[in-house]
């Protein structure tokens, strides 16, 4: 049995996503990835927001809190087909930063942190997205590297 593979546009567009929001530069290009009345949701520090002047406000802030703030994108499952054509599509991600400035809810600790993330896009007929969901961990900072891994879809093959 194989495993499903995932939408290879799909997974370009989440790697340029996470490659802009990785980017000190990256803001224009990001913004172009979302359609004009996109949602993005930061689920975490509950901070929903529309359009893309609110959007990009949300990236400046994150980037201005975490100027080193790196993201990659390291797995995803099999995109979903969704009315009008639109898709669903889940990644996981890994990030990296160092937390300088205070986020509007969090004080900045000034440590170096990782975390894995997830994300569910919802993508629109003309590839671009449409909403963003972003689910990780608040306490991000108390995370320390070498505490191990979890476990990959890939790695279970054997075990099913």
Do not use: C
């Not at 939408?7 to 990256?26: I, K, Y």
């Amino acid at each position: 049995m194989s495993t499903p593979q995932s939408d290879p546009q799909l997974l370009a567009l989440a790697h340029s996503w996470a490659a802009n929001w990785s980017s000190p530069t990256g803001l224009p290009t990001w913004l172009s990835l979302y359609s004009s009345s996109a949602t993005y949701t930061d689920h975490p520090f509950l901070v929903r927001v529309a359009g893309h002047d609110n959007i990009g406000a949300h990236w400046t802030i994150w980037r201005a809190s975490h100027p080193d703030f790196s993201m990659t994108v390291v797995d995803s499952w099999p995109a979903k087909e969704l009315d009008g054509g639109k898709k669903a599509f889940t990644f996981r991600t890994h990030n990296t930063g160092t937390f300088v400035k205070d986020l509007p809810k969090r004080k900045a600790t000034g440590e170096r942190f990782w975390f894995y993330g997830v994300v569910d896009f919802v993508v629109g007929v003309e590839g671009k997205i449409e909403g963003v969901n972003e689910w990780y961990s608040t306490d991000f900072s108390e995370v320390k590297e070498g505490l191990g891994e979890y476990r990959t879809r890939g790695e279970f093959k054997d075990e099913v």
